[in-house]
C-alpha cells in the first residue's frame, strides 16, 4: 500500500542546477578572487558528481590541474560552499526558480490523499527550505514530514543511504514508498535502497539510463499541458500524474 512519496530536489522539483547552483558557485568564486567560472555545457560534466564541495574537488582534479591547492585547500572549500549557499538562497529569495510542471499539483494532491511527503537530497537544508519557502509556499517546508539533505549521511547519491535515512524517519519500507528523481545517480540511489522510481527528465539528464523506472516521463505533466512518456514500456503515451495512476504503476 502506497503511503509516501520521495522526492529528489534539483531537477526534479525545479530546473535549479543550470539557472541556481551553477551561478551562484560562480558568484562564489570571484567573490573570493578565483577565476573559475563553470559554463553551461561544463557544468553537465560536472554533475558526474554529486554534493557541491565534491564537484569543487572533482573540478579541480580534472579540469585544473594546474591549480597549486593552499596549504588550507579544505578551509578554502567550506567557505566556498558557504559562500555559494548564500548567493543560491538569494537567488531563490529575488525571484525564485519555478517548480517544474505539475509538481505543485502533484503535491497538494498527495497530501489531500493521506500520503506522506519526504525530500531526499544532496544539496544542503537551508537550499531546499529556501526553495520550498519561494517556489511552493510560504509553509512549504511543513508539507514536508521528512527532510533528508546534505551531510545527514556521509555517502552522498549514488549511494542509497538518503533514501533509507529518510525511510527509517518516516518509519515506512520501501514497497510503501515511491521515488522521483531526474538523474542516473539518483535513481541508482533510490534503485539501491529498494525504491521503485518515477522519473522525469530535463536537459542535462534526458540521455541517462533510467533501466528500471516505473515511467520515464518529460515531466509530471498537467491536465492542459500533458507529460510525453519516454521509457519503451508505454512510448508516446501522455497524460499526467495523480496519485490514482501512481497507484496502478507500483500495483504493476
Ligand atoms: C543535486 C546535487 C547537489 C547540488 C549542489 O542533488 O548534486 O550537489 O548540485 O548542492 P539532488 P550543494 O539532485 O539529489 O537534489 O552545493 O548544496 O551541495
Ligand atoms: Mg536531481
Known amino acids: ?83 555559494k549557499t548564500r548567493h543560491y538562497t538569494q537567488l531563490l529569495a529575488a525571484g525564485g526558480i519555478p517548480l517544474r510542471p505539475g509538481v505543485k499539483r502533484l503535491l497538494r494532491e498527495a497530501r489531500e490523499a493521506g500520503l506522506s511527503l519526504a525530500v531526499a537530497t544532496t ?3 537551508e537550499n531546499v527550505t ?47 514508498c515511491l521515488a522521483f528523481e531526474d538523474s542516473e545517480n539518483g535513481i541508482r540511489a533510490s534503485q539501491g535502497a529498494g525504491l521503485k522510481t518515477v522519473a522525469t527528465v530535463n536537459d542535462y539528464t534526458r540521455g541517462h539510463d533510467f533501466s528500471g523506472a516505473l515511467a520515464v516521463l518529460s515531466d509530471l505533466g498537467e491536465v492542459e499541458a500533458p507529460y510525453r512518456r519516454l521509457d519503451a514500456a508505454g512510448l508516446g503515451e501522455q497524460g499526467y500524474v495523480d496519485v490514482p495512476r501512481l497507484r496502478a504503476w507500483l500495483a504493476g
Open 1 to 83: 500500500m502506497l503511503k509516501a512519496l520521495l522526492f529528489d530536489v534539483d531537477g526534479t522539483l525545479a530546473d535549479t542546477e543550470r539557472d541556481g547552483h551553477r551561478p551562484a558557485f560562480n558568484a562564489a568564486f570571484r567573490e573570493v578572487g578565483l577565476d573559475w567560472d563553470w559554463d553551461v555545457p561544463l557544468y553537465g560534466e560536472l554533475q558526474a558528481v554529486t554534493g557541491g564541495k565534491e564537484r569543487m574537488r572533482y573540478y579541480i582534479e580534472r579540469f585544473r590541474p594546474d591549480y597549486e591547492k593552499p596549504a588550507d585547500f579544505d578551509e578554502l572549500v567550506a567557505k566556498l560552499h558557504q559562500v
Open 123 to 125: 544539496t544542503t537544508p
Open 130 to 176: 529556501a526553495l520550498l519557502r519561494h517556489s511552493l509556499a510560504e509553509d512549504g517546508a511543513d508539507w514536508f514530514t521528512v527532510i533528508a539533505a546534505g551531510d545527514i549521511v556521509p555517502a552522498k547519491k549514488p549511494a542509497p543511504d538518503i533514501y533509507l535515512w529518510a525511510m527509517r524517519q518516516l518509519g515506512l519500507r520501501p514497497e510503501e
